[in-house]
Nanobody, 121 residues
Framework: QVQLVESGGGLVQEGGSLRLSCAPSGTIFDINFMAWYRQAPGKQRDLVASITSGGNPDYSDSVKGRFTISLDNAKNTVYLQMNSLKPEDTAVYYC???????????????WGQGTQVTVSS
């Protein structure tokens, strides 16, 4: 089964930047979409940004103008560039993707293990 592997989290001061990356661990044949969610302690998991295989992005209102999602189709990797970070951006960030794993129409929606982003004031 395909695993989604995230990297790039960490601790940053308010106003700083981080870039998250996520890629499937195994072979995939197609991508429908890839997305980033986040979950702060005691809160629900919310969609941050998503992007289709055609490169059409969508953002939550809370991150518009600060975060940029991009997809490298050659590497099957999705990135989340986070600028002007705020303490309220502190959360565990999860990668989510809908990918085709066999070449025979078997689509799989998976989650990464999460990466911690902490923004200090």
């Amino acid at each position: 089964q395909v695993q989604l592997v995230e990297s790039g989290g960490g601790l940053v001061q308010e106003g700083g930047s981080l870039r998250l990356s996520c890629a499937p661990s195994g072979t995939i044949f197609d991508i429908n979409f890839m997305a980033w969610y986040r979950q702060a302690p005691g809160k629900q998991r919310d969609l941050v940004a998503s992007i289709t295989s055609g490169g059409n992005p969508d953002y939550s209102d809370s991150v518009k103008g600060r975060f940029t999602i991009s997809l490298d189709n050659a590497k099957n990797t999705v990135y989340l560039q986070m600028n002007s970070l705020k303490p309220e951006d502190t959360a565990v960030y999860y990668c989510n993707a809908d990918v085709e794993t066999t070449g025979r129409g078997n689509w799989y929606v998976g989650w990464g293990q999460g990466t911690q982003v902490t923004v200090s004031s």
